[in-house]
């Protein structure tokens, strides 16, 4: 069916635009002799991931272990949740994910090191670690200093082995300057490579290094001493990555489809998708695609508020079904039980979001 037809509000990926996407990132991956490891919280797609394995990931990230058995239920066995996972019920679901995968974590606290190595001894299997260092965002991870003294325990844990030093640097991309997302993506980097610098004087071997962000991958890349990147969002692309000059609007490979469900005034519109299907949580509203004079300005649960102005007022009527990047694509995905895979303006698959609401 044509595009049009598809019942809204409805999530739609131009699997051309997506194609082009994956191959980028896997060409810089390549150009720059570092491993991609794709991230998937972005997408929460299966089939998605398998695409990006093909092209050239070497295996995934994820950010929860709920969506880790997913992958892993769907034959992929190479992942790295990207997150500390604390407390033995969550524990022990890793230990049985272990027992036919390979897999890693993000640890940055002796107490959580104690704790995977109990379990993971009593379930006989192994689990690999990346010290998560923090490089700026304040958010998890130890002090570059601390390093070492985790790096050593987690050399003595049983069932544990050092895969390596993991420093997130999101926070450099949210600067709308070039400039300055390149000067702190700069100052991350110093912070990650002096903590693996540091692991390394205290005679323990680090194999990899693992860091990116979709916005800042370009720079976080260049240093020779990384060994991985794992960027998400350049998957799809969204309209963040377009107000920071990162990529073009004809990037952007997802798109939310909806349906004006009202015209009661000449400059208002309501659109049948809401906050309930866009996530408003960088407070940014979604822009429409190719439609002057459309802006989103409010959103309730399922109704988003258009204001309509100049020629638009005549041309947008009762009905028409609209297209909207949004602000932020991951939250967007994860509202969502399915994509509509487009090419040449038709539907060619159906995919679930079988990853989507996993937060545990």
């Given amino acids: 069916m044509n595009k049009l037809e598809i019942d809204t509000p409805a999530i739609i990926v131009d699997f051309d635009v997506m194609i082009r996407n994956i191959r980028e990132m896997a060409k810089l991956a390549k150009d720059r002799g570092v491993k991609l490891r794709a991230h998937i ?9 398998k695409i990006q394995l093909e092209e050239g990931s070497r295996g995934i990230c994820v950010q929860k272990v709920g969506e880790a058995e997913v992958m892993a239920n769907e034959g992929i066995n190479d992942i790295f949740i990207t997150n500390e996972v604390v407390g033995d019920v969550k524990i022990k679901r890793l230990a049985r994910l272990a027992e036919k995968n390979k897999l890693f974590v993000a640890v940055d ?10 379990i ?21 991870g130890v002090p570059s200093t601390e390093a070492p003294e985790l790096a050593e ?15 997130y640097e999101g926070h450099a991309g949210a600067p709308l300057k070039k400039e300055e997302r390149q000067k702190l993506t700069e100052e991350a ?13 205290a005679g323990i071997e680090v194999e990899e290094v693992s860091v990116g962000s979709t916005p800042t991958v370009w720079y976080s890349s260049s240093y020779q001493e990384v060994t991985e990147i794992q960027p998400g969002t350049y998957v799809f ?4 990555l377009v107000d920071r000059g990162v990529v073009t609007i004809e990037r952007c490979a997802l798109h939310v489809l909806a349906t004006v469900m009202s015209r009661a005034a000449p400059d208002r519109g309501v659109i049948d998708a809401g906050s309930k299907a866009f996530q408003l949580d960088m407070n940014k509203y979604p822009v429409a ?13 399922e109704h ?5 102005t100049g020629e638009a007022q005549n041309k947008i009527k009762l009905g028409d079904k609209l297209e909207f990047i949004p602000y932020h694509v991951c939250t967007c995905v994860n509202q969502f039980d399915t994509m509509y895979i487009i090419r040449n303006d038709k539907v060619e698959r159906e995919w679930q979001i079988k990853a989507r609401g996993k937060m545990v």
């Fill in 304 to 308: 988003g508020w258009l204001k309509i």
């Fill in 153 to 167: 325990l987690i050399t003595r844990s049983e069932g544990l082995y050092l895969k390596g030093v993991m420093g």
């Fill in 289 to 301: 695609l190719g439609m002057e004079g459309v802006e989103v300005v409010k959103f309730s649960e």
């Fill in 109 to 118: 606290h002796p107490e959580n090191i104690k704790s995977l190595s109990r």
């Fill in 237 to 240: 692309n969204d309209y963040y």
């Fill in 120 to 140: 993971m001894k009593e379930n006989g299997v192994e689990l690999g670690i990346y010290i998560d260092v923090d490089c700026g965002m304040h958010r998890t």
């Fill in 41 to 49: 919280k972005t997408h929460k797609v299966p089939e998605i991931a």
């Fill in 189 to 201: 980097m110093k912070t990650t490579l002096e903590a693996v610098n540091l692991i390394k004087k």
